[in-house]
């Protein structure tokens, strides 16, 4: 990463990961993948994935993303052009405002054309709220104020450790710099129109001391103008997620127990629900497979994850999972369809 003389960084793509890079254009649907696309959990809010890079690698990542991931094979890019049409299509069919929800397996600030995306999804008249989830590494003053003139209304910013030593340990790299994380958030809180909110992940053992601090700096600096101020998330032991040594995750109830702790001692509202941001189950996009089915599938290119190839069929991606060897492009399958889950479709080889 380079910082560049008007204080946006530019990256190199390869120095963030050691896996294969693939494009997304208009050739790919844009609906059943968990690593990008759109995402459509049956409510008012759509998840869009424009990139599936980190420059990080949390030693908690739910989804081993980042330089050091040991799971992944191929990292994606999606032409924003094509997100944003995709993105307008989904939103048109649920009949009603959609929030745009910018995250990623990954960070959506890697994508290079970010700004852009924020532009392009503002400008079409079924987007609702617009947000976007990231831990910072590279935020700059001059990319919040872009984002902020492009129409981003919050920034869901993680921030784990005020601490710089933890926040390093904790992120899984030794450049990552919370000291200007909290410039940023700073200037977000004090000067930009869009909301901040401050999501720290709690993974217990590590960083107990940090969150009420964390809660302080949140009401000190003001962020929660429109939202809450606060989303304190937490670590739960992913199957490809990694996991620090020595920590159990806690239990639900202990969770809530200690949010409804801090909610009395701060004054703060801690314990969230989906209404708090205005999400409401909305039409979902029907279901392109039955779990269980036999499918005949077109493999497009390689696959997320180790073992993987992605593969297209009826307009929609499926992961086909359980293969070896380079993805035969272009060559025709039959997979049983193991799971549907949110439309995201996992298809076994026959
Ligand atoms: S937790 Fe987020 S920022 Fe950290 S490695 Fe995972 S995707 Fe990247």
Redesign the pocket.
């Known amino acids: 990463m380079k910082k560049k003389r008007n204080g946006t960084f530019s990256i190199r793509l390869s120095n963030l990961s050691r896996h294969n890079f693939f494009y997304i254009d208009h050739k790919f649907p844009l609906l059943g993948h968990i690593a990008f696309g759109i995402i459509d959990r049956g409510t008012n809010l759509l998840q869009v994935r424009p990139t599936s890079l ?5 030693i ?4 081993d ?2 330089p050091l991931s040991k799971t992944r094979a191929t990292e994606y890019i999606v032409d924003i052009e094509h997100l944003t049409k995709w993105f307008s299509q989904v939103a048109e069919y649920k009949g009603e405002k959609v929030q745009a929800h910018i995250d ?4 959506p600030l890697t994508h290079p054309k970010i700004v852009e995306l924020v532009k392009k999804l503002r400008k079409i008249k079924f987007t609702g709220t617009i947000s976007m989830e ?2 910072g ?1 590279l935020l700059t003053i001059d990319m919040v104020n872009d984002l902020d003139d492009a129409g981003l209304d919050r920034l869901n910013l ?1 921030i784990d450790a005020l601490d710089p030593s933890l926040a390093r340990r904790l ?2 790299a030794d450049y990552y710099n919370i000291e200007r994380v909290i410039k940023v958030a700073r200037y977000v809180a004090s000067s930009l129109k869009m909301d901040l909110l401050i999501a720290p ?1 709690w993974v217990p053992g590590l960083n107990d001391e940090e969150i009420p601090r964390i809660i302080e700096f949140a009401l000190e600096i003001g962020a929660g103008k429109r939202w809450p101020p606060l989303g304190i998330q937490k670590y739960e032991a992913h199957k490809y997620g990694r996991k620090p040594k020595g920590v159990k995750p806690i239990k639900w109830f202990e969770f809530y127990r200690r949010l409804e702790m801090w909610e009395q001692e701060y004054g703060v509202k801690l314990v969230l629900k989906p209404e708090d941001f205005g999400i409401k189950k909305a039409k979902r996009v029907p279901f392109s497979f039955r779990r269980g089915e036999t499918a005949r599938v077109k493999v497009v290119g390689p696959g997320w994850l180790r073992n993987e190839w992605l593969a297209v069929a009826r307009n929609r991606l499926v992961s086909v999972v359980g293969v070896e060897g380079s993805p035969p492009v272009g060559r025709g399958m039959r997979v049983e369809i193991i799971s549907v889950k949110d439309g995201i479709y996992l298809g076994a080889p026959l």
Do not use: M
């Not at 908690?60 to 989804?63: L, Q, R």
């Open positions: 980190c420059p990080l690698s949390c908690f990542c739910s989804v993303a980042g990623a397996a990954g960070d990231t831990h590494a993680s992120a899984g992940v």
